[in-house]
C-alpha cells in the first residue's frame, strides 16, 4: 500500500490530509513516502555524492588507528625479515700478447676479434665449468652465504646456481677490464667469493680452454694439409688431360679440329664438283649429244668461277671477256625462250656463248691458271677422293674424344676450384683461431676485491616508505569506505538526502554537554541564542504567522528535542509570546524533569478529568512560559489517554488561551503517542542529531508522520561541531576586537 500527503488539500487547522491508495496510484500533486531519499527541495541543503575530505575527516581517528597498526605491522616484518646488503668487486684484465697490434695506430688495427673475445669472456667467467671450481674452495665454504643456504654435498648444483644468479660479470666498455661484483649479508663473505671467482676463472683458462683451442687448430690443420694434397692431384691431373688434348685449353682444340675438318670437306666437295665439271667439259669437247642444259651450264660456271683465283679476277682482260660470256648466256636464255631449236637465231646464240667460253678459257690459261691436271686421269681423282673420306672419318672420330676428354678436364677444373676455396676457408678458420689463441694469452687479477663494511644495497628505509605510503592508502580508503557506508546523519548535507522536498531546513544547534544551562555571556550561548531565534522565525513563518499547537518530535531518543522544545519555548516567551510547554511523553517526562513538576496531576489528570487546566499547568521563571507537566501514573490506562477524545479538545483549549502550544513528543518510532499527537497538532518538527540519527529512521519517521496526517513545518539538526559559522557575526566582532586589546 503506497502512502502520499497532497500538500494543496489542507483543511481549515491547516493539517495536510492523507490520502491512502491501495493500488498504488498517485493523485496530482501528491508526495509519495517510498520515494523519501530521492527528493531534493530547494529549501534543503543537498549533499555532494563525492566524499570529500571534510566528510573523511570525521573518520579521521579510525584512519588514525588504520594507519598506525598497518604501518607498525609492515615496519616491523620490514626491519626484522630485510637485511643490509654488503658488496665486494674485484676487475679482472683480459690483455693482448700482441700489444704492438692491441691499439689503434696509423699503420695498423686492433687485433681481429678481439672485442668478440673479451665479450665471450664475461660467459665464461659466469659458466658452470668455472662456478663449480669456486663451490670446491674451502674459504668459500667456510662463508656464512655458504653456510646458510647448504646442507650438504648434494646441494653443490643448486648453490653453482645461485651464485650464478648473484654474480654480477659486466664488460668497461672500450677497455679489457672485466668487473665481478657479488652482494652479501656479511661484508667479508663478498670479498672472498669475488676474489675465488678471479682466481678460478684465470686457473681455468690458462689450463683448460688452452688445450681446447690447441686441439683445435691441430684439427683444422690436419684437415688443411689434406685439401691441400687433394689440390696437388687435381692439379696433375689437369695437366696430364691438357698434354692428351695436345693443349691446355679445349676451346683452341676443338677450333683446330673443326677448322680442319671444315677445310677437308670443303676439298672434297671441290673435288666432286672437278670431275662432273671435267665429264661435262670432255662429252661437250667430244661433240656429243648437244649442247649442254641451262643448269648444267649453271653449274658448269659455278665451279669455274670457284677456281679463279682472286688475282685473275681482278684483271681487265679477264673482266671484259667474262663479261661478254655473261652477256652471251643471257642472249642464248632468250633466244631459247622465243624460239625453238631448229631455229637459226637459237644456233647463232650458242654459237656466240661457245666463243665466249673459248675466249674465256684461253684468257685464264695466258694469265697462268691451269687446266684440269688430272681430267685425263681418272684413278688420282678417285685416290684423292678416298684419301679425303678416310681422313674426314680420322678428324671426326678425334673430336669425339676431345669431347670427353674435354668433359673430364671440366669436372676436374671444378674439384681443382672447390678444394682451393676450401682451403681458403680452412686458413682463415685457422689464422682466426691462432688470432684468437695468440691475443688474450694473458688474464691477470688487476684489483682484489676488498671488504666494504658500507652497505651497498639496503632496502628497509625504501620499503619502510612504500609501506608508510600503503599504509596510508589504506587508511585512507577505509576510511572513505566507512564515510560512504555510514548511515548516520553529520551536517546539513546529510539532512536532504532522507527529507521529503516539501519539508524545510529551520536550522542547527551547536554543540554543548548541556545547552540549557550554558550561560549566555559565553560565546557558545549566543550562537545557542541566535540559532534558536532563526528556528523560531522559521517556525512561526511556516505557521503563517499565527500561533498553534507544534509537535516537537525525532526519530530516536536521545536526539536533544526536549532541550529544543525548552529553548524554543523560552525563546518564543522572550518576544512577548505566551507559550505552553506540555510533556507528552509518558515514559521518559524529560520536560517536567527539567522543571521538576513530576509529582503533579499534570496532562495525566487532565485528560482523565481529574484535574484542569488551572491546577495541573505550573508558572515557570520564564515570563510568558507555562508547562504542562505529564504528571503522576495512574495505572494501565495511561496509555491510550491520548487516543481519547479529551486530547483534541485540550488542545483547542490551549490554543485559545496561549499563542503557541509546543508539545514534547517520544519518538516517532518508539511510541505511537507522536503520530496521534501529530494529528491534532498545527505541524511537526523533526529534530535530528548529529552523529546520532540514521538517514533510514529519518525517512521511516517522516512517512510516519504523513501517514498519520501531520504536517511536516521543517526539521533542525542539533548537536553539529562549533565553528565560526555557529556564532553571530557581530558576538565574533566583539570577541576578535577583545582579543586585539588584550594582544
Known amino acids: 500500500m503506497d502512502i502520499h500527503t497532497s500538500n494543496s488539500n489542507q483543511n481549515g487547522n491547516g493539517k495536510t490530509d492523507l490520502t491512502v491508495r491501495a493500488n498504488g496510484s498517485r493523485s496530482p500533486g501528491s508526495f509519495a513516502v517510498n520515494n523519501l531519499f530521492d527528493a531534493r527541495p530547494s529549501a534543503m541543503p543537498q549533499g555532494d555524492p563525492a566524499l570529500s575530505l571534510h566528510t573523511m575527516l570525521r573518520w579521521k581517528w579510525t584512519i588514525l588507528g588504520v594507519f598506525s597498526a598497518i604501518s607498525m605491522l609492515l615496519l616491523v616484518a620490514i626491519w ?31 687485433v681481429p676479434l678481439f672485442n668478440s673475445y673479451i665479450n665471450t669472456q664475461v660467459s665464461v667467467i659466469q659458466s658452470p665449468e668455472v662456478l663449480s671450481r669456486v663451490m ?30 648473484q654474480l654480477v660479470v659486466t664488460l668497461r666498455r672500450g677497455t679489457e677490464l672485466i668487473d665481478v661484483f657479488i652482494e652479501t649479508r656479511v661484508p667479508a663473505d663478498a670479498a672472498t667469493i669475488v676474489n675465488a671467482v678471479a682466481e678460478e676463472y684465470k686457473s681455468y683458462w690458462n689450463h683448460v680452454q688452452a688445450d ?14 689434406s685439401v691441400k694434397r687433394n689440390i696437388n692431384e687435381l692439379f696433375e691431373r689437369k695437366f696430364a688431360l691438357a698434354e692428351q688434348m695436345g693443349t691446355a685449353t679445349h676451346p683452341e682444340v676443338r677450333s683446330q679440329m673443326l677448322n680442319e675438318l671444315s677445310n677437308k670437306k670443303a676439298a672434297l666437295a671441290l673435288l666432286i664438283q672437278e670431275r662432273k665439271l671435267r665429264d661435262m667439259e670432255g662429252a661437250h669437247r667430244s661433240g656429243g649429244p648437244g649442247q649442254p642444259a641451262p643448269f648444267e651450264l649453271d653449274v658448269l660456271d659455278d665451279i669455274r668461277l670457284d677456281r679463279v683465283p682472286p688475282e685473275i679476277q681482278t684483271d681487265p ?36 656463248v661457245d666463243q665466249a667460253r673459248r675466249m674465256l678459257r684461253l684468257t685464264e690459261q695466258r694469265l697462268g691458271l691451269e687446266p684440269y691436271a688430272h681430267s685425263n686421269n681418272p684413278e688420282i681423282v678417285e685416290k684423292r677422293h678416298s684419301d679425303l673420306e678416310a681422313s674426314i672419318a680420322e678428324l671426326q672420330a678425334r673430336l669425339i674424344s ?36 695468440n691475443a688474450p694469452a694473458r688474464i691477470s687479477i688487476q684489483s682484489e676485491g676488498l671488504v666494504r663494511l658500507q652497505a651497498s644495497t639496503d632496502r628497509r628505509l625504501m620499503m619502510s616508505a612504500c609501506s608508510l605510503v600503503f599504509a596510508a592508502l589504506g587508511a585512507l580508503g577505509i576510511g572513505y569506505m566507512r564515510g560512504r557506508t555510514d548511515p548516520k546523519i553529520h551536517e546539513i548535507s546529510d539532512i536532504g538526502q532522507g527529507v521529503p522536498h516539501d519539508v524545510p531546513f529551520l536550522g542547527q544547534l551547536p554543540r554543548a554537554r548541556d545547552a540549557l544551562h550554558v550561560s549566555e555571556d559565553t560565546l557558545l550561548g549566543q550562537a545557542i541564542n541566535e540559532n534558536v531565534r532563526i528556528i523560531r522565525t522559521m517556525m512561526l513563518q511556516r505557521l503563517g504567522g499565527k500561533g498553534g499547537a507544534v509537535v516537537i518530535t525525532s526519530p530516536e531518543a536521545s536526539s536533544g528535542k526536549t532541550t529544543v522544545a525548552i529553548l524554543l519555548g523560552k525563546s518564543l516567551a522572550a518576544m512577548g509570546k505566551r507559550v505552553l510547554l506540555v510533556d507528552v511523553d509518558m515514559l521518559h517526562p524529560s520536560v517536567s524533569q527539567h522543571f521538576e513538576a513530576i509529582n503533579g ?13 488551572e491546577t495541573a499547568i505550573v508558572s515557570t521563571d520564564v515570563d510568558g512560559l507555562d508547562v504542562l507537566p505529564i504528571g503522576r501514573r495512574n495505572g494501565a490506562r495511561d496509555n491510550d489517554v491520548l487516543a481519547q477524545g479529551s486530547f483534541a479538545a485540550g488542545i483547542q483549549r490551549w490554543k485559545s488561551k496561549y499563542d ?3 508539545l514534547d ?49 521543517g526539521t533542525l539538526l542539533v548537536g553539529v561541531s562549533q565553528g565560526s559559522a555557529y556564532y553571530p557575526y557581530y558576538y565574533r566582532a566583539r570577541h576578535q576586537q577583545a582579543a586585539e586589546m588584550l594582544a
Do not use: C
Open 80 to 110: 626484522t625479515t630485510l637485511e643490509p646488503q654488503y658488496g665486494s668487486t674485484t676487475v679482472v684484465r683480459v690483455a693482448s700478447s700482441v700489444p704492438r697490434v692491441l691499439y689503434k695506430t696509423e699503420d695498423n688495427g686492433t
Open 136 to 165: 670446491n674452495r674451502e674459504e668459500v665454504r667456510a662463508t656464512e652465504w655458504f653456510q646458510s643456504a647448504s646442507n650438504s654435498s648434494a646441494d653443490m648444483n643448486r648453490m653453482v646456481d645461485k651464485l650464478a644468479r
Open 212 to 225: 681446447s683451442e690447441r686441439q683445435r687448430v691441430a684439427a683444422l690443420r690436419d684437415q688443411l694439409s
Open 317 to 352: 682482260s679477264w673482266m671484259r671477256h667474262q663479261e661478254e660470256y655473261v652477256e652471251a648466256r643471257k642472249r642464248l636464255d632468250l633466244a631459247r625462250r622465243q624460239f625453238g631449236e631448229s631455229h637459226p637465231a637459237l644456233q647463232s646464240a650458242m654459237a656466240d
Open 402 to 437: 676431345t669431347e670427353s676428354l674435354a668433359q673430364e678436364v671440366a669436372k676436374t677444373e671444378e674439384l681443382y676450384a672447390e678444394q682451393k676455396l676450401m682451403r681458403k676457408d680452412l686458413m682463415d678458420r685457422l689464422n682466426a683461431l691462432e688470432t684468437e689463441s
Open 601 to 613: 496531576p499534570g496532562l495525566r489528570g487532565v485528560l482523565t478529568g481529574s484535574s484542569n487546566d
Open 660 to 662: 503557541v502550544v509546543l
Open 665 to 713: 513528543s517520544p519518538p516517532v518510532l518508539s511510541m505511537a503517542d507522536t503520530r496521534i499527537t501529530a494529528a491534532h497538532s498545527d505541524g511537526a518538527i523533526m529534530v535530528l542529531r548529529s552523529s546520532g540519527s540514521n538517514r533510514e529512521d529519518a525517512v521511516e519517521a517522516f512517512a510516519g508522520l504523513s501517514a498519520a496526517g501531520a504536517r511536516l513545518l
